[in-house]
């Protein structure tokens, strides 16, 4: 079965960090770019970052940048988001995509729908 899975989520103090995991099966994610989408209650789809599989170009929003790293192990088919001094704005359900052969300034445009796999989400809540 073709799928992304995200898992990694859950309930953290402002300050703290989580990890983020995205595994695909069923599909190698050489020559993906693969992104991590949120959504908060009530707001629209916002992009978090990006890695694109073949180079290793990472790319990153404003609002994250110095606090989350994101990375790549091919060998496990798994992407992940290393989430660190999380605040309360941070708290939302993220997801992640693979785009075949995008380059991830395309995949991050707010109006780019042409991901080829998304998986359904894991719920970060950043509180006290």
């Known amino acids: 079965q073709v799928q992304l899975v995200e898992s990694g989520g859950g309930l953290v103090q402002p300050g703290g960090s989580l990890r983020l995991s995205c595994v695909a099966s069923g599909f190698t994610l050489d020559y993906y770019a693969i992104a991590w989408f949120r959504q908060a209650p009530g707001k629209e789809r916002e992009a978090v970052s990006c890695i694109s599989t073949g180079d290793l170009d990472t790319y990153y929003e404003d609002s994250v940048k110095g606090r989350f790293t994101i990375s790549g192990d091919n060998a496990k088919n798994t992407v992940y988001l290393q989430m660190n001094s999380l605040k309360t704005e941070d708290t939302a359900v993220y997801s992640c995509?693979?785009?075949?052969?995008?380059?991830?300034?395309?995949?991050?445009?707010?109006?780019?729908?042409?991901?080829?796999?998304w998986g359904k989400g894991t719920l970060v809540t950043v509180s006290s």
């Open positions: 995509t693979a785009s075949y052969g995008r380059p991830c300034t395309v995949v991050l445009r707010p109006d780019y729908y042409g991901m080829d796999y």
